[in-house]
């Protein structure tokens, strides 16, 4: 069964910085890409980075480009996001979601939560 | 960045009725369209693949159709644990996005 656990979420302030895990089980994480999608409170869904499975193709959302950075490690089969210069905007679930082919997400995880506040 | 409306973004039906929501692109996306159903307090579960095709384990009840702009997800005879939200997604073009989602009530 393919699993998904995402950790590292909390309250930051404005202008901090968050790293967010996400450990997989259950597939071989190796040959697949992994994305980011987030869903700020009420809201819907927003696709915010991927990273191919050798991390050689990488991609953000215009909303994060420079301030986020997408990293996995393959031996640990996890999959990481720094996340620096944090805005109030950037307040969100953070769900990681495999990549079944060309963004297609098959799975997800239960998310973790993200507050940007003062 | 291709955007996608939903509709209606919430409706309410009783349990064995017909229910169809609609999404369409502001662009032709072919066949690329992905339906999730969302449930309170979970990450998304994957319903629906290239506008038409159903996941492996994904009831039956559930079907898409559509191509080009305009994309219709239809269940055929709606059950409780359907209560959800689903979300329509488009993969033919960075970035991929989504509805804004449709709620669906008992």
Redesign the interface.
């Known amino acids: 069964e393919v699993q998904?656990v995402e950790s590292g979420g909390g309250l930051v302030q404005p202008g901090g910085s968050l790293r967010l895990s996400c450990a997989a089980s259950g597939f071989t994480f190796s040959g697949y890409g992994m994305n980011w999608v987030r869903q700020a409170p009420g809201k819907?869904?927003?696709?915010v980075s991927y990273s191919s499975s050798d991390s050689g193709t990488i991609?953000y959302?215009?909303s994060v480009k420079g301030r986020f950075t997408i990293s996995r490690d393959n031996a640990k089969n996890s999959l990481y996001l720094q996340m620096n210069s944090l805005r109030a905007e950037d307040t969100a679930v953070y769900?990681c979601?495999r990549d079944?082919h060309?963004?297609?997400?098959?799975?997800?995880?239960?998310?973790t939560l993200v507050t940007v506040s003062s | 960045d291709i955007q996608m409306t939903q509709s209606p973004s919430s409706l309410s039906a009783s349990v064995g009725d017909r229910v169809t929501i609609t999404c369409q692109a502001s662009q032709d996306i072919g066949y690329y369209l992905n339906w999730y159903q969302q449930k309170p307090g979970k990450g998304p579960k994957f319903l629906i693949y290239d506008a038409s095709n159903l996941e492996t384990g994904a009831p039956s009840r559930f079907s898409g159709s559509g191509s080009g702009t305009a994309f219709t997800f239809t269940i055929s005879s709606l059950q409780p644990e359907d209560v959800a939200t689903y979300y329509c997604q488009q993969y033919d073009a960075l970035p991929p996005t989504f509805g804004q989602g449709t709620r669906l009530e008992i």
């Open positions: 998904l819907g869904l927003e696709w991609h959302a215009d769900y979601a079944s060309n963004w297609v997400f098959d799975s997800w995880g239960q998310g």
